[in-house]
């Protein structure tokens, strides 16, 4: 991690994973600002110039915690020919895909029409994005695969949007975000549950979003490190909300993968969540099993920023008590918290694991072959 | 099953206030008016709805009212029967919920004396925290002071779930107070209302409420850290209660991941955080939120790399385990007395000291 601050070559065959893998969490984004415009009708166009976009929070541009450098980027991945780090797909070919060997990267765009409060526009900006990762990246090369990005808060919208994507081999996920306007288990969700399982797709759910609530149960904290280190926190009680809410029962061929917020925490989340049940299943009758049970079987875990225990057999106890069949490599390029296929997994890792691991898993979950 | 050894110190009993009416004694003449004239509801929090079955363990429901309403009730099932030669009592009577930072500061003060007067002066083993109006910084640190003057209170009471993140400098001269006056302060589980319980909003269940409280925790503690309260107040104890603390390594994993990759951002903060938890911050042992099998939980133990951070708790009435199972299965003899009495006197400067000097 923080590998702005390692003085070190650019990766070249030597250093490179032998083995293939696949990447599970790679952020493409726009060279430019019109770069969508080309895939909106021209009514969003002189919108976006007049009112730009209005999120659940505060800033007309950027953040409202400021990052630790510009984009949350790697200070080494800006592209030589300009705009911002993640926007080039050569650049990208050559600092990540050929040499780490990527059989498989997943892109999941960040700066979407998630979160936006005018639903239309949010609609509209989607869809654009899911037009642009064809025609910009996956169309361009075959290791890359898209995820559908949708008007979260607007549930039939974004069904419509994911059922109007269902066959194509250029995606291979739904895409949410972990804060939302409320909690992803409630009802208004359901409508893009119901179209993933039915066009069967897995639902990603990335950290980030803003849904308008506070950051923490007691308000706004100061600090981008609290909102980083409270990306596991958020995304905890969103997967708490999905299992007591019922949506496993109610999509029983439902898959989802928690990305960029780490799996330390889900066991002691699981044993929590079934030691309560114990108590409470009356309230909500509607559970047939144990809380554990369904988050055995319905969620799969991007691994980046890896858990960096000091001791690798607290590592590996943790990862078999989620199970290493559940588990999918991630760089989360271009970020600054990029974690590099090489230095990730400690050694003492069955073959077998480790090919689940890096790229097994990924395969299976995604339906490539 | 491992047995619990005579002498030690349970750090969480919850006494129940009956009804608001019961404070009346205990407040002035404008207040008690205030609440009789505008016919002022009982202060029940949703955190735990009376009969909720985690409200209560089903023994240790009394035929009538509220769970942990009688003294002798409480004497019975825990005192006695765990053999604890202290008693740290938590009340979790609803006062935090009201918006009018005057109305709290009365009600923390009628609950503060309520709680000496009527549980205190009866058992000589029970010592008390003192619940703050946190809205209002100044009248939480004159109550504070107030009652530190008895040294059967042994620690400052704040629920996890507040207005603001508790370590925001405006709330330093709090934790200034219980440092100078050697009080600890318990963080317990619960949340005043006044922002929606979780961090992605308000969810449907009672249930989902419980389970969040341990997330709470997490972001709590992840404030107190990288404000530098610690930093400020090198010799405070933070005891976090009703908190589970089975997610401790794995959240530390991640602060300390975080922390070397962007402290220059908060670069007061000058020990690692798994030092600053070491020294300055504790858990209360129920609930414990692992399987019943002792090989995970010792695995947890050795993750957790200290046998300092747990403080023997029951968590009276709430019902967190049965029989006498206080201690969770496969516990060594050397952690029980460290856990029991070892680690609690640590943590409560004043527990010993109260002994000779009560009033």
Partial sequence: ?369 | MTSPIAGGVDCDLHPAVPHLTSLLPYMNDYWRDQVTTRGMTDLVSQSYPTHSPISSRPDWRPAQGKPGADLADMQKQALDRFAVRFGICNPLYGVQMVFSEDMQDAFCRALNNWLAKEWLDKDDRLRGSIVIPTQSVEKSVAEIERRAEDKRFVQVLMLVMGDMPLGKRAYWPIYAAAERLGLAVGIHAGSAYHNPPTSIGWGSYHIEDYVAQATAFQTQLTSLIVEGVFARHPNLKMVMLESGFTWLPAYLWRLHKFWRGIRMETPWVDRAPLEIVRSNIRFSLQPVDAPPDPATLNRLFDHMQSDELLLFSTDYPHWQFDGDEALPPGLSPDLVRKIMIDNPLKTYGRLEFAKEATP
């Fill in chain 1, 1 to 369: 991690m923080n590998i702005q601050f390692r003085d070190r070559p650019e990766p070249s065959a030597s250093v490179s994973v032998k083995s293939a893998i696949a990447d599970c969490d790679i952020h493409p984004a726009r060279a430019t600002r019109d770069e969508l415009y080309p895939f909106m009708a021209k009514r969003w166009h002189s919108h976006l110039e007049t009112y730009g976009v209005q999120a659940y929070h505060g800033m007309m541009e950027g953040p409202p915690y400021p990052k630790a450098q510009p984009n949350a980027s790697r200070r080494d991945a800006w592209p030589p020919e300009g705009g911002p780090q993640g926007s080039s797909l050569s650049f990208m070919q050559k600092q990540l895909l050929d040499p780490y060997n990527v059989a498989l990267g997943v892109l999941n765009p960040l700066a979407t029409g998630q979160g936006l409060r005018n639903q239309d526009l949010a609609g509209a900006i989607c869809s654009a994005i899911n037009d642009w990762q064809i025609e910009k990246w996956t169309s361009k090369d075959k290791r890359l695969k898209a995820s559908i990005v949708v008007a979260n808060e607007d549930g039939i919208s974004a069904a419509a949007e994911i059922r109007k994507r269902a066959g194509d081999p250029n995606f291979v996920q739904v895409l949410l975000l972990s804060r939302n306007v409320e909690p992803l288990g409630q009802r208004r969700y359901w409508p893009v549950y119901e179209a993933a399982q039915e066009i069967g797709l897995p639902v990603g759910v990335h950290a980030f979003g803003f849904g308008g609530n506070p950051l923490t149960p007691s308000g706004w904290p100061s600090f981008y490190i609290e909102e980083m280190v409270g990306h596991s926190q958020c995304q905890q009680t969103a997967l708490a909300s999905l299992v007591l809410e019922g949506v496993f029962e109610r999509y029983p061929k439902l898959k989802m993968v928690m990305i960029e917020a780490g799996f330390g925490w889900a066991p002691s989340l699981a044993w929590r969540l079934d030691k309560t049940f114990e108590k409470l299943h009356s309230e909500v009758p509607h559970l047939k099993r144990k809380p554990s049970q369904y988050i055995r079987d319905h969620i799969w875990w991007t691994t980046q920023p890896m858990e960096d225990p000091e001791r690798r057999d607290h590592l590996f106890q943790t990862i078999e008590w989620i199970g290493w069949d559940k588990l999918l490599f991630a760089t989360d390029y271009p970020h600054w918290d990029f974690d590099e296929p090489s230095r990730v997994l400690p050694a003492g890792v069955s073959e077998a694991n480790r090919e689940a691991f890096y790229l097994g898993n990924a395969k299976k979950l995604y339906g490539i072959s």
